[in-house]
């Protein structure tokens, strides 16, 4: 065995079994940002994006995403959610999207946050794109997990 959870002894590619571990509350906190040209982010900022209220949008968009990432990523599995808050920043230069996911669980809930991330300032881009096609989605990243084996873990800077 080389070690991984989701690579079997024959170099195979599997799920982990997690019907052994305990359920414990799992928070994961993912991050990342939108850059756009200034009259964009204003129209954003408004609310008068060409089809609409651009947030509002991306913050569905991301709840949905997250209930759907054992859908879409091949390993992970299908959790029931207890939360997912979608929370946007204006920045100078863009818009900083902020998800948190919770359950009460035997996995954690990383991945939940970070596909919430994604598809909400991918959704931004969809919105805004009329106005600025070269948005730049960019640092998506884990900043902060609590729960299970491993216990708290936060990113520095975060």
């Given at each position: 065995?080389?070690g991984?959870s989701?690579i079997?002894?024959?170099?195979?590619?599997r799920?982990v079994d997690?019907g052994?571990?305990?359920?414990?509350?799992?928070?994961?906190?993912?991050?990342?940002?939108?850059?756009m040209?200034?009259?964009t982010?204003?129209?954003?900022?408004e609310g008068n994006?060409?089809?609409?209220d651009?947030?509002?949008?991306?913050?569905?968009?991301?709840?949905?995403?997250?209930?759907?990432?054992?859908?879409?990523?091949?390993?992970c599995?299908?959790?029931?959610?207890?939360?997912?808050?979608?929370?946007?920043?204006?920045t100078?230069?863009?818009?900083e999207?902020?998800?948190?996911?919770s359950l009460t669980?035997?996995?954690?809930?990383?991945?939940?946050?970070?596909?919430?991330?994604s598809?909400?300032?991918?959704?931004v881009y969809d919105m805004?794109?009329?106005?600025?096609k070269?948005m730049?989605?960019?640092?998506?990243r884990?900043?902060?997990?609590r729960?299970?084996k491993?216990?708290?873990?936060?990113?520095?800077?975060?």
């Amino acid at each position: 065995m080389n070690g991984l959870s989701h690579i079997d002894s024959a170099g195979t590619a599997r799920m982990v079994d997690v019907g052994g571990k305990p359920e414990t509350q799992r928070v994961a906190i993912a991050r990342g940002v939108i850059r756009m040209n200034t009259a964009t982010l204003q129209a954003v900022r408004e609310g008068n994006g060409p089809k609409g209220d651009v947030l509002g949008t991306a913050r569905i968009a991301g709840i949905m995403a997250a209930k759907k990432t054992g859908d879409l990523i091949p390993l992970c599995h299908p959790l029931a959610l207890d939360a997912v808050n979608i929370d946007f920043a204006f920045t100078q230069s863009g818009v900083e999207c902020t998800a948190t996911a919770s359950l009460t669980g035997r996995t954690g809930v990383e991945m939940e946050a970070l596909t919430a991330v994604s598809v909400a300032l991918l959704t931004v881009y969809d919105m805004a794109k009329a106005l600025d096609k070269g948005m730049v989605i960019e640092g998506l990243r884990l900043v902060e997990k609590r729960g299970g084996k491993s216990g708290p873990w936060r990113m520095e800077g975060a």
